[in-house]
T-cell receptor
Framework: EPEVTQTPSHQVTQMGQEVILRCVPISNHLYFYWYRQILGQKVEFLVSFYNNEISEKSEIFDDQFSVERPDGSNFTLKIRSTKLEDSAMYFC???????????FGPGTRLTVT | EDQVTQSPEALRLQEGESSSLNCSYTVSGLRGLFWYRQDPGKGPEFLFTLYSAGEEKEKERLKATLTKKESFLHITAPKPEDSATYLCAVGQYGGATNKLIFGTGTLLAVQP
């Protein structure tokens, strides 16, 4: 069964460093999303991506964040200068149609020290 | 403000003891009501999508229903392996995509 994959599973970085979180969505999906979940809190929307451009972004997704789909399979989230409060679980999700269910990856746990 | 509220926050059941989880929502322009299951340290796993009031979906011991203001996830004769956090999310169109607004979840523990 097709699934969304994410790498790395856990990333530890120092404050101020850049990190890139990688995702491989399900191959025939067209809509891509990043969410995050701070420990003990709800899953929060960060950004959505369709047709090679950002469709919508939340207030969390400021100038320190960027997304890219560099080729036909990968979807990346970059945080330019990490802060302590960026520590969270980051989930990538994809869907075939915008009205359909989104399938989530296993997540990358980002720890900023 | 768009909101999704789930209750109870936590629920402990004996194996075989049926119950229901509630998800109430206030959102402009609902584009689907989604149920997910989340195990500790894992990503949300899709369970059901409901689009209109009166709709019902079933899968094994789970049944999801939808009204104009809330959704219920009914668990019939649960087993210990049903223990997880159950998340409710509503879809909201923004541009070309459909972001999900999640509730805080119900942590279900099923005792053998």
């Amino acid at each position: 069964e097709p699934e969304v994959t994410q790498t790395p599973s856990h990333q530890v970085t120092q404050m101020g460093q850049e990190v890139i979180l990688r995702c491989v969505p399900i191959s025939n999906h067209l809509y891509f999303y990043w969410y995050r979940q701070i420990l003990g809190q709800k899953v929060e929307f960060l950004v959505s991506f369709y047709n090679n451009e950002i469709s919508e972004k939340s207030e969390i997704f400021d100038d320190q964040f960027s997304v890219e789909r560099p080729d036909g399979s990968n979807f990346t989230l970059k945080i330019r200068s990490t802060k302590l409060e960026d520590s969270a679980m980051y989930f990538c999700a994809s869907s075939f149609d915008r009205a359909y269910e989104q399938y989530f990856g296993p997540g990358t746990r980002l720890t900023v020290t | 403000e768009d909101q999704v509220t789930q209750s109870p926050e936590a629920l402990r059941l004996q194996e075989g003891e049926s119950s229901s989880l509630n998800c109430s929502y206030t959102v402009s322009g609902l584009r689907g009501l989604f149920w997910y299951r989340q195990d500790p340290g894992k990503g949300p796993e899709f369970l059901f999508t409901l689009y209109s009031a009166g709709e019902e979906k079933e899968k094994e011991r789970l049944k999801a229903t939808l009204t104009k203001k809330e959704s219920f996830l009914h668990i019939t004769a649960p087993k210990p392996e049903d223990s997880a956090t159950y998340l409710c999310a509503v879809g909201q169109y923004g541009g070309a995509t459909n972001k999900l607004i999640f509730g805080t979840g119900t942590l279900l523990a099923v005792q053998p």
